[in-house]
């Protein structure tokens, strides 16, 4: 079985350019999860989207959008780059179902640095 | 602040010895998380304890979840130079019937196994 995958694998852009960043879930999973791990920060949730649609979003600027397509995969856009948006985004998927909780499965990540 | 706080920050043993992690979190939560992570690559899971659970075992790992400390511990046993990797313990909080789909996550143990 094919594990998340995300294109590219790295992304090098300008400050003040926009950055599409993409995802694809594991076959059957529904919900897709975005994360940014830039240096000396961690990891941060950044969006959560379910079955096309955003269930939660952590505490990031608007600038940092997204989408889940019809097939479920997603798109993290980041408008406006930042130097400090230079960081490594996980996507991760899951099997959502209400009223339970999954393992989320991570991808290998896009690393964007913002030069 | 992180949720999750992670002891030791960093561990270096010699192949063989056994590995011991900890995790500390804040809230009550639903399940908790282990991933590793190779040099700053994607997150592989390793095993999700859920809160009404004391211990899971999955080959080497061995991890037990006290919810009245508010603690959890990753033991791997008999390590490898290839066990060589950041460790990560993540919680998922809110109710199981609300998910709120956000890992919180811990900065990290780095652990270097010596061959």
């Known amino acids: 079985e094919a594990g998340v995958t995300q294109s590219p694998t790295h992304l090098i852009k300008t400050r003040g350019q926009q950055a599409t960043l993409r995802c694809s879930p594991i076959?059957?999973?529904?919900?897709v999860y975005w994360y940014q791990q830039a240096l000396g920060l961690g990891l941060q949730f950044l969006l959560w989207y379910d079955e096309g649609e955003e269930r939660n979003r952590g505490n990031f600027p608007p600038r940092f959008s997204g989408r889940q397509f019809p097939n479920y995969s997603s798109e993290l856009n980041v408008n406006a780059l930042e130097l400090e948006d230079s960081a490594l985004y996980l996507c991760?998927?899951?099997?959502?179902?209400?009223?339970?909780?999954?393992?989320?499965?991570f991808g290998p990540g896009t690393r964007l640095t913002v030069l | 602040s992180q949720q999750g706080e992670e002891d030791p920050q960093a561990l270096s043993i010699q192949e063989g010895e056994n590995a011991t992690m900890n995790c500390s979190y804040k809230?009550?939560?639903?399940?908790l998380q282990w991933y590793r992570q190779n040099s700053g690559r994607g997150l592989v899971h390793l095993i999700l304890?859920?809160?009404?659970?004391r211990e899971k075992h999955s080959g080497r790992l061995r991890v037990t979840l006290d919810t009245s400390k508010k603690s959890s511990s990753l033991l791997i046993t008999a390590s490898r130079a290839a066990d060589t990797a950041s460790y990560f313990c993540?919680?998922?909080?809110?109710?199981?019937?609300?998910?709120?789909?956000?890992?919180?996550f811990g900065q990290g143990t780095t652990l270097q196994v010596k061959p």
């Open positions: 991760a998927s899951s099997p959502h179902r209400r009223g339970s909780t999954d393992t989320q499965y």
């Open positions: 076959s059957g999973h529904t919900s």
């Open positions: 304890i859920r809160s009404n659970e």
């Open positions: 993540a919680t998922e909080i809110g109710s199981v019937l609300a998910n709120t789909g956000k890992l919180i």
């Open positions: 809230t009550s939560i639903n399940n």
